[in-house]
């Protein structure tokens, strides 16, 4: 119904947001992902949205990418996975990420997630297979390395999103320690 909001970022607490729409403020819910990247309150920003209707709740959904929404809307497709659970795994995870992760059916990784248990992540792992295929990961993720993964969790442990932690790994050497190339990283997104 209500696909996409463009309008000015009114207000910002996680995992919620006000956006004004010319004159109309919507709350919208989003991941961290999104939430990470999301200008300064005030600033003109468009956010694709999923917008959910129960009975006791109308809940808008926001999402900075195609790629995200997609990902949602395949998380809540899942017997026992609502939508507050998918947005809980996808502000723990990036698409690319949990792509790599159905991929490899690594179902500890998904326990990590707050909220995600091991029979939901092995419900998971199970109807997540072949769904979140190359459109929904981003080109790089089957090229990282272990190193480079861990480097870009850390970094966005640290706060960057995965957006910067992706750029800073691109100037790195591609057979550098994880400890090496976590100093690197630092150093050029510091300048």
């Known amino acids: 119904m209500i696909g996409r909001l463009s309008g000015l970022l009114a207000g910002k607490s996680p995992p919620l947001v006000l956006l004004d729409v010319q004159g109309v403020g919507y709350e919208v819910d989003v991941p961290m992902s999104t939430f990470y990247n999301l200008p300064a309150v005030g600033e003109p920003v468009v956010l694709l949205t999923h917008f959910v209707v129960r009975e006791d709740a109308q809940v808008l959904f926001g ?17 026992g996975v609502g939508p507050r659970t998918a947005l809980s795994i996808l502000s723990g995870l990036s698409v690319a ?7 490899r059916q690594d179902g500890a990784r998904l326990v990590k997630v707050p909220g995600i248990g091991k029979k939901t992540a092995e419900r998971l792992l199970l109807e997540l297979k072949g769904k979140l295929g190359p459109d929904l990961a981003l080109p790089h993720a089957a090229a990282l390395s272990d190193a480079q993964g861990d480097i870009a969790q850390a970094l966005q442990a640290l706060g960057y999103s995965d ?3 992706q750029a800073a790994l691109k100037a790195l050497p591609a057979d550098i320690g994880v400890s090496d190339g976590i100093k690197l990283a630092l150093k050029a997104l510091n300048r």
């Open 63 to 79: 999402f900075f990418t195609e790629a995200e929404r997609a990902t949602f809307r395949e998380l809540v497709k899942i017997s």
């Open 163 to 165: 957006r910067e932690a």
């Open 97 to 103: 990420e949990l792509s790599q992760t159905v991929a």
